[in-house]
């Protein structure tokens, strides 16, 4: 479904991605695993096209989308769930859903508003409310819910359990393991091993822009090693 080959990406002149590379099948979660600073944001950006990578190429089911403006590549049916949230503060939880609202898209799951408010209960109970007046796990949900208006063939999120209680990561582990069974591909960008480890079929683990690891997350669990070189602190 969708596949990164040979990315390489700029700061200015700071080089961050060297060559990186990953592939996320239909219907599959793909955790993206790093130390903070290892290139993980920046990997995903360059997919969204925030950043725009210096060479390489992005498909999204055999589409090259590398060099097109981030909305474009959303267009096409990629979603981004930045690790800042971003949600609108000044509207309520129905406008920020609205905002997001794309048309329905062959062989994909559809998203309603009904729909959403059963995968996120939270937010059903607070419609009115306006962005800026919820928590930090509340205004996650919303992110996710808006990003899933615009019915994406593949979701990306940039560390989805950073910052939140435990009660709530629990909340937004049984979330991707939903979206998982409605047949929603899944990029995840993860410092918590244990997380990834509840919702991810493989892991790819990048270092100092560098992909390091590839493999299923029942082999990284087996791989001391491998856990030990790249993501302990």
Same mark, same amino acid.
């Given at each position: 479904?969708?596949?990164?080959?040979?990315?390489?990406?700029?700061?200015?002149?700071?080089?961050?991605?060297?060559?990186?590379?990953?592939?996320?099948?239909?219907?599959?979660?793909?955790?993206?695993?790093?130390?903070?600073?290892?290139?993980?944001?920046?990997?995903?950006?360059?997919?969204?096209?925030?950043?725009?990578?210096?060479?390489?190429?992005?498909?999204?089911?055999?589409?090259?989308?590398?060099?097109?403006?981030?909305?474009?590549?959303?267009?096409?049916?990629?979603?981004?769930?930045?690790?800042?949230?971003?949600?609108?503060?000044?509207?309520?939880?129905?406008?920020?859903?609205?905002?997001? @609202?794309?048309? %329905? !898209?062959?062989?994909?799951?559809?998203?309603?508003?009904?729909? /959403?408010? $059963?995968?996120?209960?939270? +937010? #059903?109970?607070?419609?009115?409310?306006?962005?800026?007046?919820?928590?930090?796990?509340?205004?996650?949900? @919303?992110?996710? %819910? !808006?990003?899933?208006?615009?019915?994406?063939?593949?979701?990306? /999120?940039? $560390?989805?359990?950073?910052? +939140? #209680?435990?009660?709530?990561?629990?909340?937004?582990?049984?979330?991707?393991?939903?979206?998982?069974?409605?047949?929603?591909?899944?990029?995840?960008?993860?410092?918590?091993?244990?997380?990834?480890?509840?919702?991810?079929?493989?892991?790819?683990?990048?270092?100092?822009?560098?992909?390091?690891?590839?493999?299923?997350?029942?082999?990284?669990?087996?791989?001391?090693?491998?856990?030990?070189?790249?993501?302990?602190?």
């Amino acid at each position: 479904m969708l596949e990164a080959s040979g990315i390489d990406a700029f700061y200015g002149q700071a080089h961050i991605l060297h060559g990186v590379g990953l592939s996320v099948g239909r219907g599959e979660v793909l955790a993206l695993l790093g130390r903070n600073g290892a290139g993980k944001s920046t990997t995903m950006k360059s997919i969204i096209g925030l950043v725009r990578p210096a060479a390489g190429s992005v498909r999204l089911d055999g589409a090259e989308l590398a060099g097109l403006p981030p909305h474009e590549i959303a267009r096409a049916g990629i979603g981004y769930v930045p690790e800042e949230r971003r949600v609108f503060t000044e509207l309520t939880v129905m406008e920020n859903l609205s905002v997001g @609202l794309q048309p %329905a !898209r062959d062989s994909t799951p559809t998203w309603t508003p009904e729909r /959403l408010f $059963e995968l996120f209960p939270n +937010l #059903a109970e607070m419609r009115d409310r306006q962005g800026g007046r919820m928590s930090g796990g509340e205004q996650q949900m @919303l992110t996710i %819910a !808006r990003t899933l208006m615009g019915n994406p063939r593949v979701i990306l /999120l940039d $560390e989805p359990s950073e910052g +939140l #209680a435990p009660v709530i990561v629990d909340q937004m582990a049984r979330t991707v393991q939903e979206l998982k069974r409605d047949g929603l591909t899944v990029l995840l960008s993860e410092q918590n091993l244990h997380f990834a480890s509840a919702v991810a079929d493989r892991a790819t683990i990048i270092e100092k822009g560098i992909i390091r690891y590839s493999g299923t997350m029942a082999a990284l669990a087996a791989d001391e090693e491998a856990r030990a070189a790249y993501l302990t602190v």
